[in-house]
């Protein structure tokens, strides 16, 4: 079940989340909520995402800008921090936690709270940052927790070559 901050309705699913929380600051011209699908999911976003789009999909999971209309749900701070990466402060990424809600802060480009059941993601941009940007922290670190609260771990993966092996 969602657990959700009083001032908001319950969402009974994604779509209906996409349709309470409309996204707004997009172009007006812009095709609003489109479905993508990436990494197994089906996203629906006003910011156009790589992966194919399909219309009238139920989403998995919306992106959405509330614009000032619903509070940010928890303020980061030290109190909820819960990783930083080492590029910080010059750039990278923060993982917070509160009330079952986390935020992925990427500095610099924007705050993304990523709701319990992760179903729902509420992008916060930075002034001014391009939405090429915002597509890649969109699917690289928020996507990647979307995930892992779904229950698929997502990996990274390196090796080496030492010999006739990799490791």
């Known amino acids: 079940m969602i657990s959700l901050m009083r001032d908001e309705t319950p969402p009974e699913s994604a779509e209906r989340a996409s349709a309470s929380w409309a996204a ?43 614009n000032g209309r619903t509070g940010r749900p928890f303020k980061p701070c030290k109190r909820n921090w819960i990783y930083r990466s080492l590029e910080f402060p010059r750039g990278g990424i923060e993982l917070y936690r509160s009330r079952g809600w986390y935020c992925v802060r990427s500095v610099g480009v924007g705050d993304f709270f990523v709701s319990p059941g992760a179903s729902l993601v509420r992008c916060y941009p930075a002034p001014a940052v391009p939405e090429p940007v915002m597509s890649t922290v969109l699917l690289g670190p928020v996507s990647a927790l979307v995930l892992e609260l779904r229950g698929l771990p997502c990996l990274h993966a390196s090796c080496v070559q030492i010999g006739d092996a990799a490791v």
């Not at 909520?33 to 089906?42: E, I, M």
């Not at 910011?47 to 219309?55: D, E, K, T, V």
């Open 24 to 66: 707004v600051g997009s172009p007006a011209d812009r095709a609003r909520g489109a479905c993508f699908g990436f990494y197994g999911l089906r996203v629906r976003s006003d910011l156009a995402l790589p992966g194919p789009a399909g219309a009238g999909l139920v989403a998995d999971v919306c992106f959405v800008w509330p």
